[in-house]
């Protein structure tokens, strides 16, 4: 596996170059930034790219790759539906060709999602609580957004009735954010990156996933995880969940 | 110690005389309940109440208790200023009586909360979670709130800032409560009872107070506490944590 | 659905005759101890039956549900293999009954040491902390064993390597015990019923998954979806957990 | 306050210097490393000087400072009783000076520390549970210990039984060290840094307090708060909760 990094100057990109770097079954090809030719990818003998670059990049990047046979995993952003459209079209010419576009990389983020998703079903009643830096400008994150959706839809799928609150006085809203259903709150603490609870309760017990991002260094072996399987999933894939192996 | 237990057959009560039954200390001497005449106290040859009965007949139960030297620890509540001024002229009569009157018996819970309060002005953030079951009205709870007032009062007094927070955009008030600037965040779960968490950060550090109330038996051990305690301290004691040795 | 509860008068019985007669899509017709004969299950038209009786009794009340075409869902210990055996040669002449003997009803338990067996080798490390009340009298538990089995098997499978560890003195054995390369560790705490929680860490990140289990309430949600899936699944299933629906 | 960092190109004398510099009401005056001349002190005119150099330095760092009448905060290692005996003679010379030997710079394990051997007392059980990343060679921690000495000397003091455990049956020592009757728990986990859990609970209650340090950032407030006291505390001073305001 010989791999080109592309956004490699970027902070992503900079720890992907050194995880490439570090894993005995890879080769580091290439490095490209900013301004740097795509022709190098294919110059150093690429079999795969990594792309971490900006939104303005991204398209190019991997219309190059596939158009070379390149399997490619990416974490920018910026591929909206035109975007995905246009590259679905590309793939129909190059069937032999992976790409995977993954919106978070933490393997125990995608996991605590898939399992919330799973369980939450099975209990009277679900909420949230996602903890960050006190430099995060939205509230609730997008994970938990995220997160509460895919609950709240698998609970209606499966007709359980919204978890129950008899609460009838809360002038200051300490309940917090409501979305599909589910109390999601939001904690912003210096110390902290980024965390996340699911709470389930039923008669008698409690079920809790936490998942805590420390670093980015956390997104690397979900990198690693999807270079080595890209290959053997050609076409367009989803959200790295799908390279997981999570029936139980 | 002779105890005699008042409002005997409540809820709280019932743990009472289980409680003062087991204490090798104690002995229980008499168990009253609605209707009965409060001079079976004195019959008995009580030398201690524990007052657990309902607003309407605390003041009458504490009055002859200390009106015939019988020391008091009253978990009842309805002690409004007016009865409380009253209650101090008549011990002011009786010097060598003591009374407490404790609005929360959990060691753990007064514990937690004078912590938060000492510990609140040392870090950049601060921030509360209670989780309770789901079938109560009101949020935040009372602890709570009076575990933010604390912590918001000490942290003024030391001049320390409101805790930071870049948040421009919570459409949904995922952000919680803001009660003396410490935000205040209301679980409701079922299999839940009643459970706090403080929250302190700073620069690479976490601190967290967790106080779990599983049953009222958890009320019992600050009972015996209060009965142990209140001969040894004449006149009216306000909240058991002037009871514990809690200078550091 | 016609529900008899044999073992009715024990701990777990008593909380399974409540739960019958609660659910609004099950009428409860008879309830056994000790001593009854099983002639009053079928005198009452039972389709099915909840067995919660002792490993002395256990054989004869399923073998006779089984003769008279009832479902079984059992949850009194005691089935081993010759047991199992032999029930299974009987089924075979009623191939359209459906018996489920599940060692564990708590949905989250089950649910937990699921998704833990799935999580635990997409991580470097992992370990179980198990927490009980203190009148526990083996450690660490049957429930953190077999979670460690679990956990241990899928990670040797997936060519995971142990979990790094650069201890080299540890006198007083702080580490804990290890069980298939897992540690596992078991605090015992008055207050705390049963709990249990499983650690996962990869370079920047963490996973736990945490069960508390508050009492036995907690056992009936999954008392009541074994009786409702019973009947549509013949033959003899192991564990609550063929019954949930966790393909992720 | 003028400020010299000595050990500056350390580890930690990398974070100080970066905090004096930070500090509104500090002047870094001077930064130095193994081979500098102490006399550097004395000409940058430092009031005050933080001591974060090796055991074999720290002595005559800190009688240069002493001898010039200038306060020092000393959080480097390696101070045993023949040198501490020495230094307060040396202080006993110099009343108007004052020195602060720190072991833990980090507020949240300081307080963390001192609220838990306050609050041992006034519960029945008691354990703890430390936490670290997996290169850590001696289990467990030298803070969880401390935590654990002082915990069960306010237990004895108080007469309080050791914490109740009916554990007959552990074969693989699961239930962890003995530490002055305080059961102590190591986890090893890749992605963490340094994390303790004191464990306190009684008959329906539990009371947690958690302290986690994800970097060297956290040493950096006590550093200040240190510079800032020293000066009003002449002679030598042990430990920085001596600096705290717990009286509760």
Redesign the interface.
């Known amino acids: 596996m010989r791999v080109a990094v592309l956004g490699a100057r970027g902070r992503m990109g900079t720890e992907a170059v050194k995880a490439v770097d570090g894993a005995d079954d890879m080769e580091l090809v290439a490095q490209l930034g900013r301004g740097d030719a795509l022709e190098e990818i294919r110059e150093a003998g690429a079999t795969h790219v990594v792309d971490l670059s900006v939104p303005d990049a991204t398209e190019d990047n991997v219309r190059f790759a596939v158009e070379h046979g390149i399997h490619a995993v990416v974490g920018a952003t910026g591929w909206d539906a035109p975007r995905l459209s246009r590259l679905e079209e590309l793939l129909a010419q190059r069937p032999e060709t992976g790409v995977l576009i993954a919106p978070n990389f933490?393997?125990?983020?995608v996991?605590?999602t898939?399992?919330a998703?799973?369980?939450a079903r099975?209990?009277?009643?679900a909420?949230i609580?996602?903890?960050h830096h006190?430099?995060?400008?939205?509230?609730?994150s997008g994970t938990?957004v995220r997160t509460a959706e895919l609950m709240g839809q698998a609970r209606r799928d499966a007709g359980v009735a919204p978890?129950?609150?008899?609460?009838?006085?809360?002038?200051?809203?300490?309940?917090?954010?409501?979305?599909e259903d589910i109390?999601?709150?939001?904690?912003?603490?210096?110390?902290?990156?980024a965390h996340q609870e699911v709470?389930?309760?039923?008669?008698?017990?409690?079920?809790?996933?936490?998942?805590?991002?420390?670093?980015?260094?956390?997104?690397?072996?979900g990198v690693l995880?999807g270079l080595r399987t890209v290959a053997s999933r050609p076409g367009l894939t989803h959200g790295l969940?799908s390279y997981?192996?999570?029936?139980?």
């Open positions: 933490a393997l125990g983020s996991l605590a898939a399992f998703a799973k369980a099975y209990f009277e009643s909420e609580i996602e903890l006190p430099d995060k400008v939205d509230a609730p938990a978890s129950p609150d008899a609460t009838v006085k809360d002038p200051d809203g300490a309940r917090g954010a409501v979305v109390h999601v709150h939001a904690v912003r603490l210096r110390g902290l990156v709470l389930l309760g039923s008669a008698g017990e409690q079920l809790t996933f936490r998942h805590d991002s420390f670093d980015r260094a956390s997104f690397m072996p995880l969940d997981l192996d999570l029936a139980l």
